[in-house]
Structure formats: structure tokens, C-alpha cells
């Protein structure tokens, strides 16, 4: 799981999900990574929430290469998440018990070298894709080797308020998202095609009624979701409140907009279809609609963009396109059941 933690903050609930299904048995997370500026502000403020919620020893952190500090990351180059981590009196990494790996690279590139053909990982990468087209750079041998999911991009003209554009994660690395996206048809990924999560669904998903009362009545011993909470709140109140233009919310009755928790979702879904790992695909989806595009990135502006492929020698990208009947009240649900344990 690679992701620019301590920005948006679906990237705290997302992992929250993952961490509850790794405790179930659904998931095996091998890393948790982190893209973009500040990797070792991402990293410390990652461990820390780990160790608040009592997983520092379930978990592996990796720190990607850092990038230069702009626009919505300010605050310590991480971004509106950062103050949460001020309470603990300079807790620092050398603080954290867990394993923490600073050449990130290196070690996302051995696990994957452990998968193969017949038995791939899966990359979920919902920040900015620098991490993942180095990997690609470096070793394109083993893009066999992965199933790769991305919260990326900005597909429909018609999507209101904004119609079609450049989407942060693609605006944040245009070169990465361009390799990543556009010669997967030279060194394809497992089953050649991506999984995507763009802007136009992920930007209306929010956990809020019933669902999102049931965080806030939470018991008091449920560290997890308390910390999640308490990271939403200094999200929103250093900037947050402004990062999804059109949407209402807010901690006391409704999360932000959850890209990330989508993507998880359907990244959890697809491995837990029935067959071998080649049949497996984001074709056909329970809750959300999928559709197939043959695209690339422009490589100057970043704009996803829709090509013709008659020969079809394109391995296409599968997006979530909509939500289904009931789709985003069924996955904020399930949500909130899993990080409450109370899912039968």
C-alpha cells in the first residue's frame, strides 16, 4: 500500500480498513510506503498513528525518495494531518518500536520479487505514483509480477462541478503517472490492465448519517478509530475543510470525500473472487459500476486521455466509473462495521 499519508485524509480511514482486514485474515499487508515531499514526516506521523492504535508490530513501513514542498502540503512538507503528531513532546522515528525501512525502493522491490506470473501482488497506490514508476523503471521484469490499483486521474467531461482535469495525484508527478499509465502495452502489468479509482466517484463517497454516528459512539477502547477521528479532526481544522470544493463535511457528522477507502475496497474485492489469479479483474464489480477505456496520460499536462485502440493492443484501464443502487450506503457500512468489529 503506497500513500501520501498526512494529506487527505481518506488515507487514514483507508488504512484503518486495511488494518482491520489484515487482523481478520482478508488481507496480508507486507508495507505501507509513503510518497511525496516530506517521506520521512509521512513516515514518522504513519508509525506514530500505528503505534497510538496498537499495530507497530503488525506493520512495515517504507520511505519513498522525498520531493520538494508545495501548495497544499505546507505544513512540514506533509500536509493538514501533520499537527496531530505535535501532542507527543517531538516524538521522532527513532522513538517508534516497529520496522521502518528508509530505502522504501529497495524493499517494495524485494517483496515484489518474492510474486510471480501465477501468484502477483497487489500495488494499491493512492498518492502520487513516483514510487511505483521507479519500481517500473529499475525492474520492468517484474511488472509481471503485479496487480496494480491506483486512485488516480480525472475521467468524465460531464462530471459536475469540474468536469474533466488534471487530478492531484497525476498533477503531483505527470512523468511518473505517464509511465506508469502509457507503455503498459510494452512490459504489461499481471493480466496487462490497471484498476482505477478516479476523481468522479471517489470525490462522492462519504461516510455520514447513521454510519458516520456510529464512528463518533465508538467505545473509548477502540484506539483505532478514536486516533482516525483525532486525525480527521486536525485535517479539517488546518486546512482540510477547503480540500473538496463543493462537498459538505465535517467531524462532527460526515467524512471527507473517501478515494482512497474506494480503491481498497476494490482492490479487497477482486482478490477475493473465486478462480486463479488470471481470471481475477475489475470488469464486473458489486456496488460500482466499471468501465473499460484504452487511455494514456498526456505527458504535458496530464489529462487522461482516450485513445483508439481497433487492434486492440492496448491493455485496457478498468475505472470506477459510478456507484450502483445503494452502492456508497452499502461500502460506508461495511466500513464502519469492519473498524468497529462488529461485521458478522
Known amino acids: 500500500f503506497d500513500a501520501d499519508f498526512g494529506g487527505p485524509i481518506d488515507d487514514t480511514f483507508a488504512i484503518s480498513y486495511l488494518l482491520k482486514k489484515q487482523c481478520d485474515g482478508t488481507v496480508d499487508i507486507r508495507l505501507i510506503s509513503v510518497v511525496g515531499r516530506n517521506t520521512t514526516g509521512r513516515a514518522t506521523l504513519l508509525a506514530k498513528f500505528l503505534e497510538e492504535s496498537g499495530y507497530s508490530d503488525q506493520v512495515d513501513i517504507g520511505m519513498g525518495p522525498p520531493g520538494p514542498c508545495q501548495n497544499f502540503f505546507s505544513i512540514s512538507c506533509v500536509g493538514p494531518v501533520w499537527p496531530w503528531i505535535e501532542q507527543f513532546n517531538g516524538w521522532t522515528l527513532d522513538d517508534y518500536?516497529?520496522?521502518?525501512?528508509?530505502?522504501?525502493?529497495?524493499?517494495?522491490?524485494?517483496?515484489?520479487?518474492?510474486?510471480?506470473?501465477?501468484?502477483?501482488?497487489?500495488?494499491?497506490?493512492?498518492?502520487?505514483?513516483?514510487?511505483?514508476?521507479?519500481?517500473?523503471?529499475?525492474?520492468?521484469?517484474?511488472?509481471?509480477?503485479?496487480?496494480?490499483?491506483?486512485?488516480?486521474?480525472?475521467?468524465?467531461?460531464?462530471?459536475?462541478?469540474?468536469?474533466?482535469?488534471?487530478?492531484?495525484?497525476?498533477?503531483?508527478?505527470?512523468?511518473?503517472?505517464?509511465?506508469?499509465?502509457?507503455?503498459?502495452?510494452?512490459?504489461?502489468?499481471?493480466?496487462?490492465?490497471?484498476?482505477?479509482?478516479?476523481?468522479?466517484?471517489?470525490?462522492?463517497?462519504?461516510?455520514?448519517?447513521?454510519?458516520?454516528?456510529?464512528?463518533?459512539?465508538?467505545?473509548?477502547?477502540n484506539l483505532l478509530v478514536k486516533n482516525l477521528i483525532d486525525q480527521y479532526k486536525t485535517f479539517y481544522f488546518n486546512g482540510g475543510s477547503n480540500f473538496d470544493p463543493g462537498r459538505t463535511f465535517h467531524p462532527n457528522n460526515a467524512s471527507a470525500s473517501?478515494?482512497?477507502?474506494?480503491?481498497?475496497?476494490?482492490?479487497?474485492?477482486?482478490?477475493?473472487?473465486?478462480?486463479?489469479?488470471?481470471?481475477?479483474?475489475?470488469?464486473?464489480?458489486?456496488?460500482?459500476?466499471?468501465?473499460?477505456?484504452?487511455?494514456?496520460?498526456?505527458?504535458?499536462?496530464?489529462?487522461?486521455?482516450?485513445?483508439?485502440?481497433?487492434?486492440?493492443?492496448?491493455?485496457?484501464?478498468?475505472f470506477a466509473a459510478e456507484f450502483k443502487d445503494n452502492g456508497i450506503e452499502d461500502l460506508s457500512r461495511d466500513f464502519v462495521d469492519t473498524v468497529l468489529d462488529t461485521k458478522k
Open 97 to 221: 518500536d516497529g520496522t521502518v525501512y528508509e530505502q522504501g525502493i529497495d524493499r517494495m522491490i524485494q517483496i515484489i520479487e518474492e510474486y510471480s506470473e501465477t501468484n502477483p501482488i497487489y500495488i494499491v497506490t493512492v498518492g502520487a505514483l513516483t514510487n511505483l514508476a521507479i519500481i517500473i523503471q529499475q525492474r520492468p521484469d517484474l511488472r509481471k509480477n503485479m496487480k496494480v490499483f491506483t486512485m488516480s486521474g480525472s475521467l468524465f467531461s460531464d462530471t459536475e462541478p469540474f468536469g474533466k482535469f488534471t487530478e492531484f495525484n497525476i498533477l503531483d508527478d505527470i512523468p511518473s503517472a505517464a509511465i506508469v499509465y502509457n507503455d503498459r502495452h510494452i512490459n504489461p502489468y499481471f493480466g496487462g490492465h490497471i484498476c482505477a479509482v478516479p476523481w468522479d466517484t471517489g470525490y462522492y463517497f462519504q461516510i455520514e448519517g447513521v454510519q458516520y454516528q456510529r464512528l463518533l459512539d465508538a467505545p473509548k477502547d
Open 258 to 318: 473517501m478515494y482512497d477507502l474506494e480503491l481498497v475496497w476494490l482492490a479487497i474485492y477482486v482478490a477475493g473472487l473465486d478462480g486463479d489469479e488470471a481470471s481475477k479483474t475489475c470488469q464486473s464489480v458489486d456496488f460500482i459500476e466499471m468501465q473499460e477505456f484504452d487511455v494514456h496520460v498526456n505527458e504535458t499536462n496530464g489529462l487522461i486521455i482516450d485513445i483508439d485502440d481497433n487492434d486492440n493492443t492496448i491493455p485496457p484501464v478498468y
